[in-house]
């Protein structure tokens, strides 16, 4: 179903559980996830009527920072280390999370697709219920050149977490990598999970939230 977040076309996915949003331009971006039956919003929402746009290759913090956006091919602003690129810089948190993607709807699903600016490949996401409670996105990624490509992908989820709010892993999941934290943890290291150390040093459960998210929009 056609739609409209903010300033922006949507397309809605839903089912008697779920409604899921999504705006093709910019980033293909789950822009907002809701429980139909609580009325319960996942997902952080910044409070403005307007969608706050980043030309490409701009900086992710001055954007929306809200919802869920892929961050690919890399997560902070670096330089490609190998030949035949090697030297081309690649963008804050990635190149598509600021590119319009095109798009395709079935009658079960909703296919989102990319092209790399500055690398030659294509990104594409298929989104699809798979139960009642269950929304899947499948990604497929392709290299358009007969040279390896170094990448990182991270779903860039911005959870609006209420305290006791649990995440879930799957089952092999023990251990995590640290990018961003307020501990004494750096990034790049590998933690145990789902419990971690705090900066005065005392163990804590990772996965259960223990305050409010709080959106300090400016």
Known sequence: MFSSYKNKESIILENRQIRAEFIPEPGGKMVSLINKITGYEFLVQRPSSIYRDQPFDGLYIDGECSGYDDMFPTIDECDYKNDP???????????????????????????????????????????????????RLDY???????????????????FNLEVGTRVR???????????LTNTDRKPGDISDWPYLTNKDGDLYRGDISREKNVNGFE
Do not use: Q
């Open 85 to 135: 690129w090697k030297g081309i810089k690649m963008a804050d948190h990635g190149e598509v999370w600021s590119l319009p993607w095109d798009y395709e709807i079935t009658n079960n699903s909703l296919k989102l697709n990319v092209n790399g600016v500055r690398f030659p490949y294509d990104l594409e996401k298929t989104i699809y219920f798979t139960a009642e409670n269950s929304l």
């Open 169 to 179: 892993a799957p089952g092999d999941c023990n251990e995590i990598i640290t990018i």
């Open 140 to 158: 497929v990624l392709t290299n358009n050149s007969n040279y390896d490509f170094e990448f990182l992908w991270a779903g860039h989820f911005m």
